[in-house]
């Protein structure tokens, strides 16, 4: 991958904002169609940077989309839906404008990010259905957290799911107890609700304890009569991931943009 130049910061929101770094495209789609996307770093709802989130950055734009990293709010000083909630601001603001970053009248806006970032991304999903809008193109989760049980067979081959697991620690911080672990923007493979949503491209890596929920809540938004596509790669790294992010981006912001508004 050739040399990147530094991302540029930007603001959305109501004043302060929230920081957020810009990558742009360096892989075309088609047709002039352009595919901006806002991703949301992993860090188990605890922890994760801008800093930290380079390397996901330059690959997504090197696939073809114009990237805003967000620095969302973290748990535990931020439960849920703090960080939620100040995604769906971000995700809105872009929404009012999205050319102001593309250039192009034709931009596709979609939702991603890993593992915790992969939670929210998938309840942004479901709130911009259940509110209308903002209107999607696609959602890319990459090895989403999705279910706080933490009872998968790889997240037990992966040695994972007791008291001292990343990811345990990470939903108790994001949920402050297992009331909320019932609200589908919170956990959003236990939502019973999962038709309508925009189409999604779910990727993870074999051994990752992680791997098990993403396939499920590929199959679960199928039954739902959705369009969801799922792979499990040798490693979510730019030589494995690259192409099918590149073939989801081109073709769901195809789709997005031949639509009537």
């Known amino acids: 991958m050739d040399k990147i130049a530094s991302p540029a910061t930007l603001r959305l929101g109501p004043a302060p904002g929230l920081v957020a770094q810009v990558y742009s495209a360096r892989r075309p789609l088609e047709g002039g169609d352009r595919a901006l996307l806002l991703w949301l770093h992993g860090g188990s709802f605890t922890d994760g940077s801008l800093d930290a989130t380079q390397a996901r950055g330059e690959m997504l734009a090197q696939a ?6 967000l620095d969302y709010p973290l748990a535990p000083e931020h439960p849920f839906p703090a960080g939620l909630s100040a995604a769906f601001e971000a ?23 890993e593992e915790a970032g992969g939670n929210l991304a998938a309840a942004l999903a479901l709130m911009a259905r259940d509110q209308h809008a903002p209107r999607l193109a696609g959602q890319l989760l990459i090895s989403p957290m999705l279910d706080p049980q933490l009872g998968s067979a ?25 009331a909320r672990a019932d609200h589908p923007y919170a956990a959003p493979l236990n939502a019973s ?12 890596a074999a051994g990752h304890p992680l791997n098990d929920e993403s ?14 596509k799922d792979l499990t790669l040798p490693a979510v790294a730019p030589g494995y991931a690259l192409n099918p992010i590149h073939e989801f ?4 912001a195809r789709r997005a943009l031949s639509l009537p508004a």
């Open 64 to 69: 073809g989309a114009d990237v805003v990293a």
């Open 91 to 113: 995700l809105q603001a872009l929404a009012a404008k999205p050319a102001k970053l593309t250039g192009s009248a034709h931009t596709a806006l979609f939702v991603a990010g």
């Open 154 to 178: 790889s997240m037990r081959e992966g040695e994972c799911g007791g008291c001292e697991c990343i990811y345990a620690k990470g939903w108790q911080a994001y949920l402050g107890g297992s």
């Open 193 to 204: 609700r999962l038709s309508g949503l925009a189409p999604a491209l779910i990727l993870s």
């Open 215 to 228: 396939r499920r809540y590929a199959a679960a938004l199928r039954e739902h009569g959705g369009n969801a």
């Open 249 to 252: 981006l081109r073709e769901a």
